[in-house]
Structures are given as structure tokens and as C-alpha cells.
């Protein structure tokens, strides 16, 4: 398993997402937002954009802008699951958060597809603010990019 050099963002054995998803309410960092449905579309449309561009640099050999490029196509992709849903992010942590209490606990989403958002946020920061990237980084996040933005476009077909 791929780590940065900060570690993963949070502690997932034995964290209890509803109520996470609740503190993220309260502290407003996740808002209803029920117009955020008709951003769907325009969020997938982003996440494939994303996808599109990490795959040109990484076949450059862009290994830091792919592996940002596909970050932020995950991080649109779990957008548009969120907007589906009528709420807002205003953290990437509570993005996350999200996606596990909304999801991967109704059994939508594999638990992996979330770990593999957060670990790809990590690898982002690296490779941003660290200038810390890698090759395997880059293909890691790729992967993970590619599968989210699939599931994403299964689980809204006919959001469009």
C-alpha cells in the first residue's frame, strides 16, 4: 500500500461514520444543499476532464500533475455522488466522510474506493506541497482515479 509522507489522512478502524457525518454537519463543513442535484452532471463532466488529463500527463511522464490531475477526478466523481444526495462539501476530510455514511455503508460503494480517495488526497498534497511524487504514486492514483469515476458514472447514469 502507497502512503505520503504525512500518513493517511484519518484513522478508519473502528470509526463510527454516522456520527462523524453528523460532527461535519454541525461544524457546517458538509451543508444541504438541495440545488446541488442539478450539479451533477457538470461535476461529472469535471471528473472526466480530470481523468482524461491525468492520463495525457502520466503518459508524458508527468508523474506530479497525474497524480494531482487524478485526485482531483476522484474528488469530483465523490462530488457528484454528494450532490446526488443534496448535500455540499466544504472539506475534502468530510467529502470522505460523506462518501463512507452515504455509501460504502448502504453498501454502494466498496470501502477500498473511499481509502483509495483518501490515500490519493495524501499523494496529491505530497506531490503539491511537498513536491514528493513518484511514479508508483502516479499510477496508483490513476487506477483509483479510474474506478471511482466508473462507479460514479454507474451509480448516476441518467443524471445527465
Known amino acids: 500500500m502507497l502512503r505520503s509522507s504525512a500518513g493517511l489522512c484519518c484513522g478508519r478502524q473502528g470509526m463510527n461514520w454516522a456520527l462523524e457525518f453528523e460532527r461535519c454537519l454541525r461544524k457546517r463543513w458538509l451543508v444541504e444543499m438541495p440545488e446541488a442535484r442539478y450539479l451533477v452532471g457538470k461535476e461529472l463532466k469535471a471528473a472526466r476532464d480530470d481523468l482524461a488529463e491525468a492520463e495525457i500527463s502520466y503518459g508524458r511522464g508527468g ?8 485526485y482531483y477526478a476522484m474528488f469530483h466523481a465523490a462530488r457528484a455522488l454528494l450532490y446526488s444526495r443534496g448535500y455540499r462539501e466544504k472539506s475534502h476530510y468530510c467529502l470522505s466522510v460523506a462518501m463512507r455514511h452515504l455509501f460504502v455503508s448502504r453498501g454502494m460503494l466498496p470501502e ?16 503539491d506541497y511537498r513536491t514528493e511524487f513518484s511514479e508508483a504514486g502516479a499510477r496508483h492514483n490513476l487506477a483509483a482515479a479510474r474506478k471511482l469515476v466508473e462507479q460514479a458514472d454507474t451509480l448516476l447514469a441518467g443524471w445527465e
Open 63 to 70: 508523474y506530479k500533475w497525474s497524480t494531482i490531475q487524478s
Open 112 to 127: 477500498q474506493v473511499v481509502d483509495d480517495l483518501d490515500d490519493a488526497r495524501a499523494l496529491r498534497e505530497d506531490a
